[in-house]
């Protein structure tokens, strides 16, 4: 009797957002102690800026988790009950995508504005530093700036291990104990490439027997390279 074929399905990834799921080394440890200690940030006002998956939106959650905070997409803020929103802390995530949008920013202004004239804090993310972020409104641009920064940097070589791990995780694969070791050898050192090649991966192993080891990461190293060319 012939034994039924595998059928792989593509489970979702579930991100662990806890803050011991953030695993701290020098690329980081500053701007964790930063979100840690956000009773005392000047002004109640940080921004967290760094690379795509470095980690911000993790520390906005575990940032949310310590103070109470509401988080909000900066896109979303031109229809959101400012007022209402500012009753809290709020972080405000992905702030440099409303540069140039009069509305949004005018909403942010404002919401600025009433979170801290109540006494909240405020977080707002980003990829890179407010004097890049081309705002129109000069009193809001100004706002930014005076905010206290936190900036996370590219991964160190014990955060891109840590980091693949949990994006594996993150799909429920285990790699062969060789995997993670080889990959940190050989693979661009950002966060962006970790995200891509763990995708990669889990997209290649559906349905095979073996999972993720060695030679299968070699093979989607080596395809991801060429794609680039």
């Not at 799921?21 to 967290?48: C, H, M, S």
């Not at 955060?159 to 993150?170: C, G, H, N, Q």
């Not at 290649?204 to 993720?212: D, E, S």
Request: net charge negative; aromatic share 4%; with cysteine.
């Amino acid at each position: 009797m012939t034994k039924p074929k595998q059928l792989a399905l593509p489970l979702p990834a579930r991100a662990a957002r806890g803050r011991e799921d953030f695993y701290v080394t020098t690329a980081n440890a500053l701007a964790v102690a930063q979100i840690e200690g956000w009773q005392i940030w000047p002004a109640r006002k940080l921004v967290l800026s760094g690379p795509s998956g470095a980690g911000k939106t993790h520390l906005a959650h575990v940032w949310a988790a310590l103070s109470g905070a509401q988080i909000i997409d900066a896109k979303a803020l031109q229809d959101s009950d400012i007022p209402a929103l500012s009753n809290q802390n709020v972080c405000v995530e992905n702030v440099e995508s409303v540069a140039g949008n009069r509305p949004a920013e005018e909403a942010l202004f404002h919401l600025h504005n009433l979170v801290l004239s109540q006494g909240h804090a405020l977080l707002l993310t980003s990829e890179r530093a407010p004097n890049h972020w081309g705002l129109s409104l000069p009193d809001l641009q100004s706002r930014m700036m005076g905010a206290q920064a936190a900036q996370l940097s590219q991964p160190d070589d014990d955060l891109l291990s840590a980091l693949l791990l949990k994006l594996f995780a993150d799909r429920q694969i285990m790699p062969a104990p060789d995997v993670i070791p080889f990959l940190t050898r050989h693979m661009p050192r950002s966060y962006r490439a970790a995200a891509e090649i763990v995708d990669a991966l889990d997209l290649a192993a559906m349905g095979r027997t073996k999972g993720v080891n060695r030679p299968l990461a070699a093979q989607v190293l080596e395809d991801l390279a060429a794609s680039m060319e």
